[in-house]
């Protein structure tokens, strides 16, 4: 158990719709990262928060958008589905950013867009 | 940009035997270096990773891994593979003072008895 929670563990929706992901990252991590995992794209950083602010982004599409809050809990926000966001996304937090941190990676959310 | 290649997608090998999971980088100076590993149905956990020193790293699970600078190469080696070790194995790099990992495509270890 890494200490890293994801919420909810399994989502099935349908094209078009809106889904928000949750973690809560491990007790006194200051940086979360989202991660999407599919088998034509394998692992693709998507964000990355530092204690309340954005401080990376890689290949997040514009549908996508992320926050996280003051108690350091992140929030992925996924619209106007399609059926190739169906993926596994990883959530992971370290205690600091920018020098090598260990990455703490949740179990994942499973979506499935149908 | 830097990348990551693990040339082999999957791996097979006997318990009990040695093995060696290669992973080469792009980048023109010295990345972070992690070794991940994935279970199925688990998230990833970390291996061990390089940051300077001594080229030769070593990790949980009786893993370690090599740096060769002349050949941008990260190899994962373990003497003697046990069932358990089954599983999807990540490399990946990050650039000091940059803010994203980048992960290889995965290498997938199969083990026979």
């Known amino acids: 158990d890494s200490g890293v929670t994801q919420t909810p563990k399994h989502l099935i929706t349908a094209t078009g719709q809106r889904v928000t992901l949750r973690c809560s990252p491990r007790s006194g991590d200051l940086s979360v990262y989202w991660y999407q995992q599919s088998l034509d794209q394998g692992l693709q950083f998507l964000i990355q928060?530092?204690?309340?602010?954005?401080?990376a982004k890689g290949n997040i599409l514009e549908r996508f958008s992320a926050q996280q809050f003051p108690d350091l809990h992140s929030e992925l926000n996924l619209s106007s589905l399609e059926l190739g966001d169906s993926a596994l996304y990883f959530c992971?937090?370290?205690?600091?950013?920018?020098?090598?941190?260990?990455?703490?990676f949740g179990p994942g959310t499973r979506l499935l867009v149908l | 940009a830097q990348s990551v290649t693990q040339p082999d997608i999957h791996i097979t090998v006997s318990e009990g035997a040695s093995l060696e999971l290669r992973c080469n980088y792009s980048?023109?100076?010295?990345?972070?270096l992690f070794w991940y590993v994935q279970s199925p149905g688990q998230g990833l956990q970390l291996l061990l990773k390089?940051?300077?020193?001594?080229?030769l790293v070593q990790g949980i699970k009786g893993f370690e891994a090599e740096f060769k600078r002349s050949q941008s190469s990260f190899n994962l080696r373990k003497p003697s593979v046990h069932w358990s070790d089954a599983a999807e194995y990540f490399c990946?790099?990050?650039?000091?003072?940059?803010?994203?990992?980048?992960f290889g495509a995965g290498t997938r270890l199969f083990v026979k008895a």
């Open positions: 992971a937090s370290s205690e600091r950013t920018g020098n090598g941190e260990t990455q703490y």
């Open positions: 990946a790099v990050e650039v000091p003072g940059g803010f994203k990992t980048i």
């Open positions: 980048y023109g100076a010295t990345p972070y």
């Open positions: 928060y530092y204690n309340g602010e954005e401080r």
């Open positions: 390089y940051f300077s020193g001594d080229t």
